[in-house]
Structures are given as C-alpha cells and as structure tokens.
T-cell receptor
Framework: KNEVEQSPQNLTAQEGEFITINCSYS?????LHWLQQHPGGGIVSLFM???GKKKHGRLIATINIQEKHSSLHITASHPRDSAVYIC???????????FGPGTSLSVIP | EPEVTQTPSHQVTQMGQEVILRCVPI?????FYWYRQILGQKVEFLVS????????KSEIFDDQFSVERPDGSNFTLKIRSTKLEDSAMYFC??????????FGNGTRLTVT
C-alpha cells in the first residue's frame, strides 16, 4: 500500500473554478509538502506545513494531523496553474520525503 | 533567488558505462538529496546526505550508486555500469534548516 495517496489522479477545470486536491498519508510525519511539477519536469515547492493552514496568493494548503489528511486549494484557477501537484510526506525532520503519485491538473480557458 | 543547478540537462550513455551527474546545491544549505523519476511514474527517493555522509538511502541505492561532495560546493551522483532501467530524470535537492526542499531542474539520463 502506498504511504501517500492523492485524489483525484486527473482533474480538468474551467478557468476561474475553485479547485481542491486531496492527500492522505498513513505514516507519522514531521511535515507535509505540496509541490508543483511543470510540464517541462521542474519541481517547485509550494508549501511545507506541519499544522493548520498556509496561504500564498491563490493557493491554500491545510492539514489535519489527527485524520492524516491534507488539501491543496486553488482559487480562481488559471490556465497557467496547469501542472502536476504532488503531496509528499516527511516522516522525520530532514530525512527522505515520500512522494505521492501526483494530481495532473488542466485548466481550460 | 539562489538556485540548485544540475548538469548536464540531458545525458545519453550506453549500457554498462559509468555516468556522473552533477549538482551545485544552494550555498548555505546543509541537507542534500537525490531523487529519480522514471517516465510516467512518481518521484522516488534515492539518498540523503548530511555532514559529509549518507544519512539515509533507499533500496534502489545499491552498490551501483555512490554520492560525493568532493569540494564543498558540488554534490555528485555516480552510477556505475548503467542499465536500461536506470533511464530516468534525476533530481538533486537541497534544503537549509527549517526550509523547504529546493530542486534542481533535473538531468534526463537515457541509457541505450
């Protein structure tokens, strides 16, 4: 069983829609990472969180430690948000980060 | 903003050859990692490196692989006797205390 699961696997949205990507993990963590992988392959860190909620621009990440669940929200989605969004669990601080399978998002104008 | 740089961006090699993938982490970072992503699959952890030694390695990281930080700035991944299944995108990442991961743009390794 994968230690980090994401849903949905693929998501198509109309420009302007509110988007939610879900992540569940089965291990104890010190932090949960949300990353974005561009079509060209580069990976960018969006959030690192261990509790509560973080916001950066139109992106919001939340985590519920008790339920071992995190969500990434994108408000007012735009075609440039089209990418693969990856949830990754860090079990022990600064140790390996276990990647989820990713959610492929396509935002249509 | 400081970046993690990786060279080369694309490496083609013949099966059985040795390759060295190079990374220059962000200068004040202390933790270094190599990950790989086989085409169409998720990113997999290979190895983490701290204080000039390996801190953790995955099952994938067997005797075929080695890492070095030869001069205090570069961080290299050596793959000996490459196999077809080593073809993948290899990502280097670094992080400082309390900071998120910073990834390089990756090296696409093609083994023919």
């Amino acid at each position: 069983k994968n230690e980090v699961e994401q849903s949905p696997q693929n998501l198509t949205a109309q420009e302007g829609e509110f988007i939610t990507i879900n992540c569940s993990y089965s291990v104890g963590i010190s932090a949960l990472h949300w990353l974005q992988q561009h079509p060209g392959g580069g990976i960018v860190s969006l959030f690192m969180l261990s509790s509560g909620k973080k916001k950066h621009g139109r992106l919001i990440a939340t985590i519920n430690i008790q339920e071992k669940h995190s969500s990434l929200h994108i408000t007012a989605s735009h075609p440039r948000d089209s990418a693969v969004y990856i949830c990754a669990a860090e079990k022990t601080s600064y140790d390996k980060v276990i990647f989820g399978p990713g959610t492929s998002l396509s935002v249509i104008p | 903003e400081p970046e993690v740089t990786q060279t080369p961006s694309h490496q083609v090699t013949q099966m059985g050859q040795e390759v060295i993938l190079r990374c220059v982490p962000i200068s004040n970072h202390l933790y270094f990692y190599w990950y790989r992503q086989i085409l169409g699959q998720k990113v997999e952890f290979l190895v983490s490196f701290y204080n000039n030694e390996i801190s953790e390695k995955s099952e994938i990281f067997d005797d075929q692989f080695s890492v070095e930080r030869p001069d205090g700035s570069n961080f290299t991944l050596k793959i000996r006797s490459t196999k077809l299944e080593d073809s993948a995108m290899y990502f280097c990442a670094s992080r400082g205390t309390g900071s998120p991961l910073h990834f390089g743009n990756g090296t696409r390794l093609t083994v023919t």
